[in-house]
């Protein structure tokens, strides 16, 4: 062969590689596409919740410092859904108001007819060629990898259903199934004696190819004893059209519960705390109750922490290696390097508290302080929007606000910087190495230079100058002779 023989032969191998290669991505990557088919959320939350007895409406109740619709909305990002739409009621606008973080689509639905009427109001919303995961604003628990194999059977064009046997069902609709397959699903109020008999009960959890769902709550009815659209009637829609139910059962019964009383919110509250503290416990953290502590947020820590009863932690909290926390703490978006001791009753907010510190009993830390390292900050000290330097101690009964504090200064007891003059607030600078007498006012702005001494009872109005003792005090004097008044003697 000649050389634009070889050329050509060249070409013609390249080319069919190109095709094959090309040809093959696109088969793998439509594969990929029809196997991830989008899913889509549906949150029900139009519910008004009367048994809470509340003017707030119930998905805004809150779970460890975090909305009961929050958590489930924080579930379905979670899981990855593509649109997660939020179906309101009763409250009006508070719901999207209270949520609204630009990832959510919002649904009105004004009338509540019921939860077949309620997704009604979102079709218009969700891609006919997604799968759709219905869930509930107020049942707050359900863990993620419960809610996975929902959403693998309906991708897979069959009904995923979240059912659980109940040792008391009453009130909730019951699964009837024939030779093992689920048939359909009857609502209590309209169930005969005998299927109030089943315990296995519909959670109301399912997931669908939405284009399935489009078409069967285009069918449903409301000629049952509630006068309601049941979401629920479409099982029997599916079980019609030849959809598999593909039934899966929660971990645990709790994941499942909804709210809709105090009484229930308080019981999840304390399953959920349970959980937290069991999750603690298992990373190595010493709880010395774990029925004792209660985390509204994120809380995470280092080796050998340990933690003391009824403390509070919120937000995002660090705790860094060997921090000990005493009772009766609350600690809110705070993070505390390793080997610092917090004691009883110390309350920390917004604020960074170095390596090896000890803190309290009663001390209060707000918002914007930082704390080097080793530095003391006893009882009824407060400090705000300060920076504390290396080994400086604040011992005992003082107010610390808008100061900057170098290295190694002992405040005295009693001492105030006086920061607000009552229309602006102003700033305390105090260099390393000074020593400040008890019952001392440092009236801002105001400069204590290095290694400066101020007497006690000072009432510094002017800068301190380096190294010098500096005090504002009264002479003493005493008036010998002089007699306490006393008190005249009544007649008789
Ligand atoms: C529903 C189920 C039932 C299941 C039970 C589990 C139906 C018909 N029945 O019954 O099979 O055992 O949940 O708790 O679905 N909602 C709306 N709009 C409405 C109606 C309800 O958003 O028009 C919301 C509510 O806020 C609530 C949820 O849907 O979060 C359930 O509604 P609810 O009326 O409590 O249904 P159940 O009668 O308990
Ligand atoms: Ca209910």
């Known amino acids: 062969m000649n050389e634009k023989g070889n050329l050509r032969v060249a070409f013609f191998i390249r080319a069919a590689a190109l095709w094959l290669y090309t040809g093959r991505t696109f088969c793998a990557l439509s594969r990929q596409i029809r196997m991830n088919t989008s899913l889509e959320i549906l949150i029900l939350a139009a519910g008004k919740g009367t048994r809470m007895r509340s003017d707030l409406p119930k998905v805004l109740h809150r779970l460890a410092g975090k909305t009961l619709l929050g958590h489930v909305v924080d579930t379905a990002h979670a899981l990855g859904a593509a649109q997660i739409c939020v179906v309101y009621g009763f409250g009006g606008e508070a719901v999207p108001q209270a949520l609204d973080d630009g990832a959510l689509t919002f649904v009105l639905q004004a ?88 315990q296995e009960v519909n959670t109301g959890i399912l997931a669908v190819a939405t284009r399935h769902l489009k078409s069967w709550i285009a069918e449903l009815k409301n000629d049952n004893t509630q006068g309601e659209y049941y979401l629920t009637d479409i099982i029997a829609l599916a079980v019609r059209d030849g959809v598999v139910i593909d039934t899966h059962q929660p971990g645990y019964e709790w994941e499942v519960l909804g709210v809709n009383s105090k009484v229930q919110l308080a019981g999840l509250e304390r399953i959920h705390q349970g959980e937290i503290a069991q999750a603690l416990l298992n990373d190595g953290v010493t709880l010395m109750d774990p029925a004792r502590i209660d985390v509204r947020g994120a809380l995470t820590c280092g080796r050998d922490v340990v ?77 705000k929007n300060s920076q504390i330097d290396d080994g400086s101690k604040i011992n005992h009964l003082s107010y610390v606000g808008d100061t900057t504090m170098g290295k190694k ?44 001494t101020l007497g006690a009872g000072t009432t510094l109005t002017k800068d301190a100058p380096a190294g010098e003792l500096t005090l504002s005090r009264a002479k003493q004097l005493t008036l010998s002779g002089w007699q306490r008044p006393i008190k005249p003697k009544k007649e008789s």
Do not use: W
Request: aromatic share 4%; with cysteine; net charge negative.
């Open 409 to 452: 200064v002992n405040i005295g007891a009693g001492t105030i910087t006086c920061n607000y003059d009552g229309a602006n607030k102003h700033r305390t600078v105090i260099e390393d190495d000074v020593f400040i007498g008890s019952d001392t006012q440092l009236i801002a702005p105001v400069t204590v230079r290095k290694g400066a």
């Open 111 to 198: 009338e509540q007819q019921g939860t077949g009427h309620a997704v009604k109001q979102a079709l218009p919303q969700l891609a006919d060629d997604g799968v759709t995961l219905v869930l509930y604003g107020d049942v707050p628990l359900t863990h993620m990898s419960t809610l996975q194999p929902l959403v693998a059977a309906a991708r897979a064009d069959k009904l995923g259903l979240l059912t659980v046997a109940l040792a008391h069902p009453d009130g909730y609709g019951r699964i009837v199934r024939e030779n093992g397959k689920v048939v359909r699903i009857v609502e209590h109020k309209d169930a005969s004696a005998a299927e109030r008999a089943i």
């Open 307 to 383: 933690i003391d009863v009824n403390c509070v932690f919120e937000g995002q909290v660090q705790l860094g290696d060997g921090v000990q926390v005493g009772a009766n703490c609350v600690l809110r978006n705070a993070v505390v390097a390793a080997g610092t001791r917090i004691d009883a009753f110390t309350l920390i907010d917004d604020a960074k508290i170095g390596e090896a510190n000890r803190l309290g009993p009663f001390s209060r830390i707000r918002p914007g302080t930082t704390l080097a390292r080793d530095v003391h900050v006893g009882n009824f000290v407060e400090i």
